[in-house]
């Protein structure tokens, strides 16, 4: 019988997402979804490993599997790092991916192309019985000036990574998955992920 791994989301991108760099390994991959009772974490952390590391921890309390959290967002160096670990809620709630790229673009205008440098960046934390691992991803890039393209989510439309001229949002989802910054944190996690889980025994 496989081994069965719980993704700590509900968000269906970001499923997607860690399934397709999961998809090499024979493991079960389950996620909150699966879970509709397992309440989701009020993200209130100072960094992106406090949030990933209590989003992984609370899951393995309630499903008592192994479970993979992903915290991630965008920084941007001129807004000395915001919004950060307020990627998800940068315009307030409801959350809403339209608003937050509106505010942020707001904030940005004006700004000469050479000081809109800006990071992606996730972390991944891995709870398992009596163990836990982090690790970590970047992608570089730049904020474009408007919007483009549909594929995606959050700030695809407006983030530029280093080496293309197309934001996220115009990169087919293979495309995305070679450079993001969630396929980098996934590298440096999968030999854990091996360790942990698939040699345990
Ligand atoms: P989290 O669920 O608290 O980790 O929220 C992450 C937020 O960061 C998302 O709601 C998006 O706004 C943003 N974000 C993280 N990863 C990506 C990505 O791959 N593309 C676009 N936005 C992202």
Redesign the pocket.
């Known amino acids: 019988m496989p081994v069965r791994l719980v993704l700590a989301?509900r968000?269906t991108?970001?499923i997607a997402e860690l399934r397709f760099f999961l998809s090499g390994l024979s493991i079960e991959v389950l996620s909150l979804e699966d879970f509709p009772w397992v309440p989701s974490l009020i993200?209130d952390g100072a960094t992106f490993e406090e949030?990933a590391t209590k989003k992984a921890l609370q899951t393995f309390g309630a499903v008592n599997l192994p479970v993979l959290a992903?915290?991630?967002?965008?920084e941007v160096f001129y807004l000395n790092g915001r919004p950060g670990v307020y990627?998800?809620r940068y315009a307030g709630e409801p959350?809403s991916?339209a608003a937050?790229n509106e505010r942020l673009l707001r904030e940005m205008r004006g700004v000469a192309p050479r000081r809109r440098r800006a990071q992606?960046r996730?972390v991944l934390a891995l709870v398992v019985p009596g163990a836990s691992e982090l690790a970590q991803g970047v992608c570089p890039g730049t904020v474009a000036e408007e919007p483009r393209g549909t594929n995606?989510?959050?700030?695809?439309p407006i983030?530029v990574p280093d080496g293309t001229s197309k934001t996220?949002a115009e990169l087919t989802q293979d495309e995305k998955n070679a450079i993001?910054?969630?396929s980098r944190a996934f590298a440096n996690m999968r030999g854990l992920i091996e360790t942990r889980l698939l040699h345990a025994k």
């Open positions: 989301s968000n991108h970001k993200e949030n992903d915290d991630s967002g965008l990627s998800a959350a991916d937050n992606f996730a995606g989510f959050g700030y695809d983030f996220y993001s910054h969630r």
